[in-house]
């Protein structure tokens, strides 16, 4: 499991994952996001920390189709690919009443069918391997049952629609033993929460859990499969 991708890592969780994975300098991470100056920043945050590591980093935008070379490139860099965490998302706080076509287009692009595409231009090289893991970050907002706040409907239904999607692809894909497992995320320190909940303390750091996420990306895979799994300490 030393050959890993994952989204949105230029700041918030996705960052802190990277950093944390990069402690083994077997690891040959590819990290994604659309800010290649941040990307460049978290590659030598990385080897300053942890000297060997090996980050590498491309420019993509989950709101366009990926380039045709997009496999061919993790195949180059990495060798191939054993863990894809689907960290990127897009938050916009807006009334529903508000919500024009066009933006609940631009937040499904970023949070589902970016990731869609992701997982179906690498599923050729998972399938390869002897087993693989495909981690979704979802949200307690798109958790069945959860406390809903108001201003989050758009976000809220593209996060549960990518949940479902971790259950329906680990249906389909458990012949190839590809586990896909989705965590739905309680509030955590980032700009993004900032940005939904100006002035609110998250009982937890982006740090934290980026720990968790990198250890449940590498590990999470030996006990759950298509399973969505609440991480949060404070929404019913
Ligand atoms: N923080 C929380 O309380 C919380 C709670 C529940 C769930 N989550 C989920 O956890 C994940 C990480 O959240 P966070 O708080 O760390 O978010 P964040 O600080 O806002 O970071 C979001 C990341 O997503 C990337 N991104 C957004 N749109 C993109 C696009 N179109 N193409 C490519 N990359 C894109 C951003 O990179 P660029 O701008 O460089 O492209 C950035 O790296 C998200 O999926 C979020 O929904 C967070």
């Not at 920390?49 to 990926?66: E, K, N, W, Y």
């Not at 990127?88 to 066009?102: D, H, I, S, T, Y």
């Not at 739905?184 to 740090?207: I, K």
Request: glycine letters at 8%.
């Amino acid at each position: 499991m030393n050959r890993i991708i994952i989204t949105g890592a230029s700041r918030g969780i996705g960052y802190e994952t990277v950093l944390a994975l990069a402690a083994d300098p077997r690891r040959r991470i590819l990290a994604l996001s659309r800010n290649t100056d941040r990307l460049r920043e978290l590659q030598q945050e990385a080897l300053r920390r942890h000297p060997g590591a090996q980050v590498f980093f491309a420019g993509i935008d989950l709101g366009q189709p990926l380039p045709p070379s997009f496999s061919d490139m993790a195949e180059e860099l990495l060798g191939g690919a054993d863990v894809l965490i689907h960290n990127a998302g897009l938050l916009v706080n807006k009334p529903f009443a508000e919500l024009e076509r066009a933006e609940w287009e631009r937040i499904f692009q970023a949070n589902l069918f970016g990731a869609a595409e992701l997982s179906r231009r690498l599923y050729p090289l998972f399938r390869r391997n002897p087993q693989s893991h495909i981690l979704h970050l979802g949200s307690m907002g798109g958790f069945q049952g959860s406390a809903k706040f108001p201003g989050l409907s758009a976000y809220s239904a593209s996060k549960a629609a990518l949940a479902c999607l971790a259950e329906c692809l680990a249906e389909e894909w458990k012949d190839s033993r590809i586990a896909v497992n989705c965590l739905a995320l309680g509030a955590v320190r980032t700009e993004m929460l900032e940005q939904a909940f100006p002035g609110y303390q998250a009982p937890v750091s982006s740090e934290a859990m980026g720990a968790f996420v990198a250890d449940f990306a590498l590990n999470g895979w030996r006990f759950f499969n298509g399973k969505i799994l609440p991480v949060s300490l404070s929404t019913p």
